[in-house]
């Protein structure tokens, strides 16, 4: 088992530039999520999916979108990247909300 | 959403217990508590979790004691790999928008 999978792993992108964070799970986990880690910081949670069809809000959704494409994958967009979301970018899924799985983690900068 | 207060930073030694401590004083009755490790340029790791007593894994043990309104994990003998951020996390294990990592422990452990 393959766990998380996160691509790309590194991404340098110019402000207004748009891209899109795969994000994939072979464990067949209901739930799903994007973090955000700034340097020296904890992670802050952008959005989630409970399960295949929704997706909420977390503690810091401005600026993102989320898609939950199927149970196995979740993507996150940055429609018009901004020097403040430079930051490395973590998917994690999860049966229980607390014992979460995480991927390798996606170190984005923005110019 | 319970509030979560730990030291920033501890340092050990070669072979000693390490035990960090997690000050949550509005801890609700529904709420647990979560221990990840996080490495340099990784995602969290799920380590340890509990409601009350005590639990204990291959890794670490969780001491709560009856009023719930702080945690220690324990980590017997550490290593040099075991330096690392350690996060402290409360809430309900079924609730998805629970997961606020805070800033985390930072311990460094020397020869």
């Not at chain 2, 990840?36 to 007593?53: A, E, H, L, M, V």
């Not at chain 2, 639990?55 to 017997?76: H, M």
Request: aromatic share 10%.
């Amino acid at each position: 088992n393959a766990g998380v999978t996160q691509t790309p792993k590194f991404q340098v992108l110019k402000t207004g530039q748009s891209m899109t964070l795969q994000c994939a799970q072979d464990m067949n986990h209901n739930s799903m999520y994007w973090y955000r880690q700034d340097p020296g910081m904890g992670l802050r949670l952008i959005y989630y999916s409970a399960s295949e069809g929704t997706t909420d809000k977390g503690e810091v959704p401005n600026g993102y979108n989320v898609s939950r494409l199927n149970k196995r994958e979740f993507s996150l967009r940055l429609e018009s990247a901004a020097p403040s979301q430079t930051s490395v970018y973590f998917c994690a899924s999860s049966v229980l909300a607390h014992e979460q799985f995480f991927g390798p983690g996606t170190r984005l900068t923005v110019l | 959403l319970a509030k979560t207060t730990q030291p920033i930073s501890m340092d050990s030694y070669e072979g000693q217990e390490v035990n960090i401590t997690c000050s949550h004083n509005n801890i609700a009755t529904n709420d647990y508590i979560t221990w990840y490790q996080q490495f340099p340029s990784q995602g969290p790791r799920f380590i340890i979790q509990g409601y009350k007593t005590k639990v204990t894994n291959e890794v670490a043990s969780l001491f709560i004691p009856a009023d719930r309104k702080s945690s220690t994990l324990s980590l017997p003998r550490v290593s040099l790999s075991d330096t690392a951020v350690y996060y402290c996390l409360v809430g309900d294990i079924m609730g998805n928008n629970d997961m606020r990592f805070g800033a985390g422990t930072r311990l460094t452990v020397k020869p």
